[in-house]
């Protein structure tokens, strides 16, 4: 799976310029920070999956959040690492979560706009609730049925090699899954798109917000 090679150079200059400020803050970010205040504090340890440069690192760092950012991309990787160094509050992992579980576990996770790029719901959902110790923030796209949904790699030199999807996952299999695993959940409306149907890659997709929280804290 590489993200790079079915979103090109402009995508990752975009990630660049989230992480420099030269792009404001994103609106989901703030969302997920109004949602998560209450479990904000200092020494919290906190994972973005999926989290590109780590560029979402600067929405809570104001808490004092320990910050773990795990992403695929070592284009990606390499920006955060650069931009964030001798911030020992701050780590990077290189890690395939559609292959592998997350080795360690956090009190805080979120996940925005990476599931749906997934091969398939699992076993990544489990992969993050799994590393979850606490509270989960997931946005992602969710409809009243899966649709496993691929177009070519947009990028013209991987359009034969490489493919991406954008898939649609449904609220029962979701919600459902996560709750049957030890959490109670919550659905909001994603504030950037009011969770409006759109246009992506020729399909008509729904972005929500799905709030989940452990029900035992964490103690197994």
């Given at each position: 799976m590489s993200f790079v090679k079915v979103t090109g150079e402009e995508y990752t200059e975009l990630l660049r310029r989230r992480l420099t400020g030269e792009v404001p803050e994103l609106t989901w970010l703030k969302q997920f920070r109004k949602i998560l205040t209450p479990y904000l504090q200092t020494g919290v340890s906190f994972l973005d999956i999926g989290c590109a440069t780590g560029y979402a690192y600067k929405s809570f760092k104001d808490y004092g959040v320990v910050y773990t950012g795990l992403e695929f991309e070592d284009q990606y990787l390499q920006m955060a690492r650069e931009y964030f160094s001798g911030q020992p509050q701050v780590q990077f992992i290189q890690h395939d979560i559609v292959r592998a579980p997350i080795s360690?576990?956090?009190?805080?996770?979120?996940?925005?706009?990476?599931?749906?790029?997934?091969?398939?719901?699992m076993p990544v959902l489990k992969h993050i609730t799994d590393a979850t110790g606490k509270?989960?923030?997931?946005?992602?796209f969710l409809g009243e049925k899966e649709e496993i949904y691929t177009?070519?790699?947009?990028?013209?030199?991987?359009?034969?090699?490489?493919?991406?999807y954008t898939n649609q996952y449904a609220f029962r299999d979701?919600?459902?899954c996560i709750e049957s695993w030890g959490f109670k959940t919550r659905l909001y409306r994603d504030e950037y798109t009011d969770s409006?149907?759109?246009?992506?890659d020729g399909a008509m997709r729904t972005f929500y917000v799905v709030f989940a929280q452990r029900l035992d804290n964490g103690n197994k």
């Open positions: 360690s576990k956090a009190d805080i996770v979120i996940c925005s706009a990476m599931l749906e790029h997934c091969p398939s719901l509270v989960l923030l997931l946005r992602t177009i070519p790699s947009p990028v013209f030199n991987y359009k034969d090699t490489h493919i991406k979701v919600l459902g409006i149907p759109r246009l992506v």
